[in-house]
């Protein structure tokens, strides 16, 4: 059965750094591209970073330079590195996989996509 659990979510205060992590299981993981999403109360739903089978990244222009996607496929584990934290950086934060038929590109539509069941990250002032 497809799993994927997020871990390492808490509260921090601004501009300090957490490490989200997300374990897979129960589909191919290097098959895959993998992201990180978020929301917030009220808010739409909103691709923080993906990363591609062959490991290429993109991220939202709003966590760009701040933020790090990485992927472990001998161990089946994605990551988002965040530093310099914001408050608006609060969010519930997804791991989401969508099967990939190229290693250096994603697909666009994420609404097919295995999703964990979140981690919540708070971001004080």
């Known amino acids: 059965q497809v799993q994927l659990v997020e871990s390492g979510g808490g509260s921090v205060q601004a501009g300090g750094s957490l490490r989200l992590s997300c374990a897979a299981s129960?589909?191919?993981?290097?098959?895959?591209?993998m992201g990180w999403f978020r929301q917030a109360p009220g808010a739409e739903r909103e691709r923080v970073a993906r990363?591609?089978?062959?490991?290429?990244?993109t991220y939202a222009d709003s966590v760009k330079g701040r933020f790090t996607i990485s992927k472990d496929n001998a161990n089946n584990t994605l990551s988002l590195q965040m530093n310099s934290l914001k408050p608006e950086d609060s969010a519930a934060y997804y791991c989401a996989a969508v099967p990939s038929r190229g290693i250096w590109s994603c697909p666009l539509d994420w609404g097919k996509a295995y999703w964990g069941q979140g981690t919540q990250v708070t971001v004080s002032s």
């Open positions: 129960g589909f191919t993981y290097s098959s895959y591209c």
């Open positions: 990363i591609t089978i062959d490991g290429g990244t």
